[in-house]
């Protein structure tokens, strides 16, 4: 029997003979590929993910974006169209120009300013406070005492006691002030009626529906919400920055310089010349 080949030792001093390059060959491919492979699904991947969630995002963003403005759009135009009607509404029945035809055609010497505070009297049961007149009307209590005083003088109005304190009064309508509201809202109804010619009954009685509507919501959105455009609220006073203790004059002035002693000069000894500068040529 043929017994196996040994390796024989290496020779102390002896070079190793060189590892063949096939045996690494399949290594190194292999490695390559696998890295080559995972790096390029790792970054397809988080590619993929970023696009995707980049993308949705976007999307999300941008239909959320879309449908809020389409959804608020249309009621803020209706909304912006009524507030527009009734601004030029406001304008044609209260300006100046106005005022004086109606005033001019009733017979009714009062000013523009107290045709509201008649109406108001008119349409109520019975005497009203100036404070709930104010009120009403959103004005200054001020401005309704001076309205009165006018409106009685000119014998449109009376003041009666207040039942419900002594020290108070009430103001109505007297009868003289009666007879004029009647005759400038007679004035404003036949103004009305000639503008509004070309509607038909229930156009009219649409207009009168909705508008009476409209103003019932109005006026209980204004009780129970109030203005919405209050002014903001004064910001606080800023406080005073603290003075900082100004250091006082001993803590501040530095101590002066202690005197050199100088040595007394030895009995029997002669002093020592004092050099004179050098002098520049």
Known sequence: MTSPQRNAPPTPGATPPPVPEAATAPRTASGTASETASGTASETASGTASETASGTASETASGTASETASGTTPESDEIMEIERALTRVAHLLTRVRRHDSVVAASGVAVDRAAVPLLRLLADNDGPMRPSEIAARLVVEAPHVTRQVQRLERAGYVDRVPDPDDRRAQRVRLSDAGRDAVDCIRAVGRAWMNDALTGWSPGELRDL?????????????????????????????????????????????????????ATPAPVAGSTPEPVAEPAQTR
Not at 231 to 251: I, N, V
């Open 208 to 260: 009168a529906r909705l508008v009476h509507r409209m103003v019932d919501d109005f006026a209980a959105h204004s009780d129970a919400t109030g203005s919405r455009c209050a002014a903001p609220a004064p910001a606080p006073a800023a406080e005073p920055l603290a003075r900082t203790a100004e250091p006082s004059a001993a803590a501040t002035t530095e101590p002066a310089p202690e005197p050199v």
